[in-house]
């Protein structure tokens, strides 16, 4: 187990609708990542957030949208969902230093799948 | 460009024996992080091992040890004494910099291990 808690583990939705999956980062972590993977474009980076700020973003659609709360749990939005949204969704945490390893560590993931 | 590549084809490995995962990658940066995620069937991530560009020897964690060929830009993983539960998916993974405090991994597309006894 690492630390690293989400919810839904599966969803199951239809084309154009909107769901929310959540985040809750390990005990101290201040950064909270979300990855994408796919069969097709495997695991891709989209969203970090550090300490309730956007810290980088990668290949994230603009459907897609994502925040970090003052207790940083983070929740990521996805809208006017499609079929090629559904994937395996995973946070990671990870304390957020600038040197030094700065291990992420991976919740168990949301899988989504858009019919 | 694809920055971390991992093209061996699924292996099968016997059990008790030593298995290496290839991965190079590629950066223009002096200082980075290179990773090893296990991905078993039930689909979590499993963090393995963590070379820096700076560390001078090569990581090691229990069965994992990793071999850093700086100048060849490889991180290649070995598992020593396979055993049936590591049976996976492996992934190696690279964060540049950080950079402003980014922290992003790049990964790679993944290789296949499967333990026989």
């Known amino acids: 187990d690492s630390g690293v808690t989400q919810t839904p583990k599966h969803l199951i939705t239809a084309t154009g609708q909107r769901v929310t999956l959540r985040c809750s980062p390990r005990?101290?972590?201040?950064?909270v990542y979300w990855y994408q993977q796919s069969l097709d474009q495997g695991l891709q980076f989209l969203i970090q957030y550090y300490n309730g700020e956007e810290r980088a973003k990668g290949n994230i659609l603009e459907r897609f949208s994502a925040q970090q709360f003052p207790d940083l749990h983070s929740e990521l939005n996805l809208s006017s969902l499609e079929l090629g949204d559904s994937a395996l969704y995973f946070c990671?945490?990870?304390?957020?230093?600038?040197?030094?390893?700065?291990?992420?560590?991976f919740g168990p993931g949301t899988r989504l799948t858009v019919l | 460009a694809q920055k971390i590549t991992q093209t061996q084809p699924g292996m099968f490995v016997q059990e008790k024996e030593a298995v290496t995962l290839d991965c190079t990658y590629d950066?223009?940066?002096?200082?980075?992080?290179l990773f090893w995620y296990k991905q078993p069937s039930s689909g979590e991530m499993i963090f393995l091992i963590y070379?820096?560009?700076?560390?001078?020897q090569n990581a090691t964690e229990g069965r994992y040890s990793l071999n850093f060929q700086k100048a060849r830009k490889s991180a290649n993983l070995v598992i020593s004494a396979s055993q049936l539960g590591d049976s996976a998916m492996y992934f190696c993974?690279?964060?540049?910099?950080?950079?402003?405090?980014?922290?992003?991994?790049?990964f790679g597309k993944g290789n296949q291990v499967v333990v026989i006894p």
């Open positions: 990671a945490s990870s304390v957020g230093d600038t040197v030094g390893a700065d291990t992420q560590y």
């Open positions: 993974a690279m964060r540049e910099g950080p950079k402003d405090g980014n922290n992003r991994l790049a």
């Open positions: 070379q820096g560009s700076y560390d001078e």
């Open positions: 950066t223009s940066d002096q200082s980075y992080g």
């Open positions: 005990s101290g972590d201040l950064s």
